[in-house]
């Protein structure tokens, strides 16, 4: 800590106007100390005894005497050049050997050591020291030292004079004059014991200053030490304020160039702005155009509508008379194309040489008899229908012929297809066809693909349809429910007739929005169907199935409301018992599937005959096939028999007996379809 109020200290020597320097009075009365203690010579023996307290030196005796008058001229000259430093009123000796004052003696010894030690320094005359006057006061008030020359006496300058002679050394006497003279020259013992009583007053006084200096320089310190912790503390806070200040400048250079950023990505977007503005500006002028074209477009289509609806209504009613010129009856002839299984290999699947379709009007069905002789000869047997499809038609190719009855059914009128022929001749490839491929599939899916696309077609001229289905079979004479969400045969199924229409009792019906919904239900209804394998087919159906589809339109604009039914039915293959091998359920299925196919020939010739004979009945109610389809074929619907044909030579004759019957099916003419309008 006395290092630091050292250093303080020596912080203050430059200070004010260009004043002093304000050294402390020990560092400047050490230095003169120093600097006098250079130039003073050896002190001599006088000396030496004046400081053990004796006035005069030892008498000499004997021999020594040589000695004693050498030391005595050394003392002589030695007292001379004496130096003394005066503090105040005070008188320090210097001693030149120790090259130190004896100012530590007197700053650590009691005040009766600084009275011994004062009254031996003040037995030498101080007439011939050289001083330094240090006037007493605070610290702050001492300035550099200047010494001063004592003023002589009158007994000094005599004492000097004395001194200044030099004796020989057998001149005793003349050196005890000199000492005598010596002797009284010094002051008085009252006059040096006043002097000592002011010094002492002094130096208490002194002391006195001196602990008031040190308290000041205690209380100094810690104050210094205080502020040097305020200063440590202010310190790391400036520290810390200047991280965050130079923190906050770099955010605030980031935010500049953010700033600046955004400023020209803004002045981008005022110019795209003033562009846009001027786009906008444009285009309301061209949207007041379009606006005005608009209207007179409005107005042509408004006008346009009602005409496109009153051709609609005349495309009904040609339409209708179309397929009554056509006849309510209409019969397709397909003949299907070998399989893999059914040719050799290199043979071309479409060559049929029993069968020829020479046009799309006729087929020729080749047969051999037999004579009683055994000869065989081939009878060619051809027939006329309302259109025939040979093996190279494709599936898309049949349902464009036929479209126009589901066109029938959307107009309000009920539409029955059903296909005929013997087991393997293609029925359910023809309805429905195979689901893997858009190319292969059947008129089924093919009718639900157009239906949807006329509803949509339709809204435009303000009609609006539901759709709803159900899918149900007829096996050994039962009708079970295909789309069914459990599969039971417990359940009873009726057949009711109300205001022309057929309703089945207890019958699941499915209202479809989506053309896939419609499809995943065809693919359940597949699952449910009775199938077996016999001699003549391999995935032999064993009942018939009954595809019901009712279309409902409404059309607010017009206030007019349209009701059609679509009925696709895929009928079991025909087959002889002693062919199929059939045993058991398989044989009872087979005579189930005769007798329906015979009722329904039956009831076409009845209709055939009525036109003649008004008062026949129709015996409808003698098979489940004929009683569902009694609707379909009593007058209120269009029709449409599609009779399949197998390219197998071994099923020509029954190939030749499905024609005849569509033959004579083709020639019954039946009374006019009413429109559900």
Not at 25 to 37: D, G, P
Not at 584 to 609: D, F, P, R, V
């Amino acid at each position: 800590m006395s290092c630091k109020l050292a250093s303080e200290k020596e912080n203050l020597v430059e200070q004010g106007n260009g004043s002093r320097s304000r050294l402390p009075v020990f560092c400047t009365i050490n230095e003169s100390k120093r600097k006098r203690e250079d130039e003073l010579p050896e002190m001599c023996p006088h000396q030496k005894w004046e400081d053990e307290g004796s006035l005069l030196p030892p008498p000499s005796t004997g021999p020594r005497s040589k000695k004693r008058k050498s030391i005595t001229h050394r003392g002589a000259a030695t007292l001379r050049s004496t130096s003394k430093l005066v503090v105040g009123r005070q008188q320090l000796r210097v001693d030149p050997k120790a090259g130190r004052p004896p100012s530590s003696k007197f700053s650590a010894g009691s005040r009766r050591d600084l009275s011994i030690k004062t009254s031996s320094s003040l037995s030498r005359p101080l007439g011939n020291q050289n001083t330094m006057i240090a006037k007493p006061g605070p610290l702050s008030n001492v300035k550099n030292l200047v010494p001063e020359k004592p003023a002589e006496n009158e007994k000094g300058k005599a004492v000097h004079s004395i001194l200044k002679k030099k004796r020989p050394g057998w001149d005793t006497k003349g050196r005890l004059e000199d000492l005598e003279a010596y002797i009284r020259s010094l002051p008085d013992i009252g006059e040096l014991q006043k002097k000592l009583e002011v010094l002492t007053s002094e130096n208490l006084q002194l002391e006195t200053q001196s602990q008031n200096y040190s308290k000041r320089t205690s209380q100094l310190e810690c104050e210094l030490a205080t502020e040097k912790l305020h200063h440590k503390q202010s310190e790391l806070i400036r520290n810390m304020y200047e991280s965050e200040l130079q923190q906050v400048r770099d955010e605030l250079s980031k935010v500049r160039i953010e700033h600046q950023k955004y400023q020209d990505e803004l002045a981008i977007c005022k110019k795209k702005l003033e562009k846009v503005q001027n786009e906008v500006k444009i285009l309301e002028v061209d949207k007041e155009n379009i606006l005005l074209e608009c209207s007179a477009k409005d107005k042509t289509i408004t006008d346009m509508k009602g005409q496109l609806l009153c051709e609609e209504s005349k495309r009904r009613d040609l339409h209708e008379q179309l397929q009554e010129v056509k006849g309510n009856i209409r019969v397709f002839c397909r003949v299907r194309p070998f399989t893999a299984g059914e040719i050799q290999e290199g043979e071309d699947c479409f060559d049929i040489p029993h069968i020829k379709v020479p046009n799309d009007k006729c087929i020729q069905i080749t047969t051999e008899t037999g004579s009683l002789i055994g000869a065989k000869t081939a009878k060619f047997n051809r027939f006329q229908f309302d259109q025939v499809f040979g093996p190279l038609s494709s599936q898309s190719d049949i349902f464009e012929e036929l479209s126009q009855l589901v066109q029938s059914a959307l107009d309000g009128i009920n539409v029955c297809i059903f296909a005929y022929g013997q087991t393997g001749s293609g029925k359910t490839f023809t309805m429905e066809g195979d689901t893997s491929a858009s190319e292969t599939l059947g008129v089924i899916p093919r009718s639900v693909k157009y239906i949807f696309q006329e509803c949509d077609r339709m809204q435009s001229l303000g009609w609006s349809y539901t759709i709803q289905v159900s899918y149900l079979e007829i096996y050994n004479e039962k009708i079970q429910d295909l789309l069914a969400p459990s599969w039971n045969t417990t359940t009873k199924y009726e057949l009711r007739h109300i205001d022309n229409e057929t309703y089945v009792t207890n019958l699941t019906k499915e209202v479809i929005q989506t053309e896939e919904h419609l499809l995943s239900l065809v693919k359940l209804a597949q699952k449910h169907r009775a199938v077996a394998e016999t001699e003549c087919n391999e995935y032999s159906s064993r009942s018939h199935s009954v595809f019901i589809l009712k279309l409902n339109g409404i059309n607010t604009d017009l206030n007019k409301t349209c009701s059609g039914i679509l009925n696709l039915v895929d009928l079991a293959g025909s087959e002889r018992a002693k062919n199929s091998g059939a045993e058991g359920s398989h044989l009872t299925e087979l005579k189930n599937i005769n007798s329906s196919l015979t009722a329904l020939s039956n009831c076409i010739m009845a209709l055939g005959n009525k036109s003649s004979k008004p008062s026949l009945h129709i015996p409808f109610r003698n098979s489940k096939l004929t009683h569902l389809l009694q609707n379909c074929l009593g007058g209120n619907c269009k029709t449409l028999m599609f009779i399949n044909v197998s390219p197998i030579q071994q099923h020509a004759q029954e190939s030749l007996n499905s024609l005849r019957f569509a033959e004579k099916v083709n020639a019954t003419k039946i009374g006019l379809a009413a429109k559900n309008f």
